[in-house]
């Protein structure tokens, strides 16, 4: 398993932008498809959006498409997710996680993913 870090996170405005890093420890930590999942206050994880390890696949949860993009820079074990026209709706808590397996495609299932960051939190006001 891989030790994975978000930061990035803080308070900004409606219609404002973040961009949250994840970075992984270990020499094979790029071979893993990453996701970013989000929690808000009361309400169950939700999928944000993944990417393989090859970039091959990248899926955007529908409340999400359009604003946000995720990437990576394999060279810098770091996955991004560039957060754009923020809304009050946004506010949670994001995770990064790694699946179980290297070498693995994207998935927006929280069980196929194994090793998970600490989170940091993004806070949107109106």
């Known amino acids: 398993q891989v030790q994975l870090v978000e930061s990035g996170g803080g308070s900004v405005q409606a219609g404002g932008s973040l961009t949250l890093s994840c970075t992984g420890s270990g020499p094979t930590c790029s071979n893993y498809a990453t996701g970013w999942f989000r929690q808000a206050p009361g309400k169950e994880r939700e999928y944000v959006a993944a990417i393989s390890w090859r970039v091959v696949s990248q899926y955007n949860a529908d409340s999400v498409k359009g604003r946000f993009t995720i990437s990576r820079d394999n060279a810098k074990n770091t996955v991004y997710l560039q957060m754009n026209n923020l809304k009050p709706d946004d506010t949670a808590v994001y995770y990064c996680?790694?699946?179980?397996?290297?070498?693995?495609?994207?998935?927006?299932?929280?069980?196929?993913?194994?090793?998970w960051g600490q989170g940091t939190q993004v806070t949107v006001s109106s």
């Open positions: 996680a790694a699946r179980n397996q290297q070498y693995s495609a994207a998935s927006p299932k929280s069980t196929d993913y194994g090793s």
